[in-house]
């Protein structure tokens, strides 16, 4: 079995070139980057008691899954991270080992899958940002990715939920007519409600500690977390 979906993969690849550019295809991850890493970097520190000022992941083995440029995996380093970030497409791997490289970052890029990841390590958090909806099967995905994580270790997804709001905001709204991406990025029927994420990691020991949404606020031109799940949202699982 495999969870890559290699159509996706082509299109992701496709647009490779663009990942450290903030005008390019990838403009709404840049935007919405910092909202993330400032979440990512609060439960992570809360979670495992951290107490290190100036490096706050200082220890903390993160595997960035769907890393793509290494839009997530670069913050997560500067912050004391030890990284390994994996995706499925080798041209983005090459995107992101150069850019670290560059910016004298140590980060163990692969380009891999989860249930072909051999590593012979497990993992104190797994990150799984905007990469759900893109492989083949959820199911298999989240099951390999459950086998990598440490026990009481930290599960991230940040998804798109399946919702008409979704489908107008997050498709014909960010492709059709702000053309924030480009047309086809999302399929709607590939889009995870929280409690089929809920199910799926349910039996693979993982239980959801906190449930948020990401907003938009178009004045202010910036992302927040909010209690709205209807289009975007951040799930925080730990490993039992």
Do not use: Q
């Not at 991230?156 to 008409?164: D, E, H, R, V, W």
């Amino acid at each position: 079995m495999t969870s890559v979906n290699k159509k996706e993969i082509d299109k992701f690849s496709k647009m490779a070139d663009e990942w450290w550019d903030p005008e390019g295809k990838f403009k709404p991850l840049h935007k919405f980057n910092p909202t993330r890493v400032k979440y990512l970097k609060e439960n992570i520190i809360y979670n495992f008691k951290l107490k290190n000022k100036s490096k706050p992941l200082s220890g903390i083995k993160i595997l960035d899954i769907g890393c793509g440029g290494g839009l997530l995996s670069e913050p997560m380093s500067r912050m004391g991270a030890n990284v390994t970030g994996i995706d499925a497409s080798d041209k983005n791997i090459k995107i992101a080992k150069v850019h670290s490289k560059k910016n004298k970052l140590k980060i163990n890029y692969l380009c891999s899958s989860p249930e072909k990841l051999k590593i012979g390590k497990k993992f104190d958090v797994i990150l799984n940002m905007e990469i759900v909806e893109h492989v083949e099967d959820i199911d298999f995905f989240l099951k390999s990715c459950s086998k990598l994580l440490k026990k009481n270790g930290l599960m991230f997804i940040a998804t798109i939920n399946k919702t008409l709001k979704s489908y107008v905001f997050a498709i014909v709204g960010a492709e059709y007519v702000l053309r924030w991406l480009p047309i086809g990025t999302h399929e709607w029927e590939k889009f995870v409600k929280p409690d089929d994420l809920k199910k799926i990691l349910r039996k693979y020991d993982l239980s959801l500690s906190k449930l948020e949404g990401m907003y938009f606020n178009i004045i202010k031109n910036e992302w927040s977390i909010s209690s709205d799940l209807s289009v975007n949202y951040i799930a925080k699982f730990i490993k039992n």
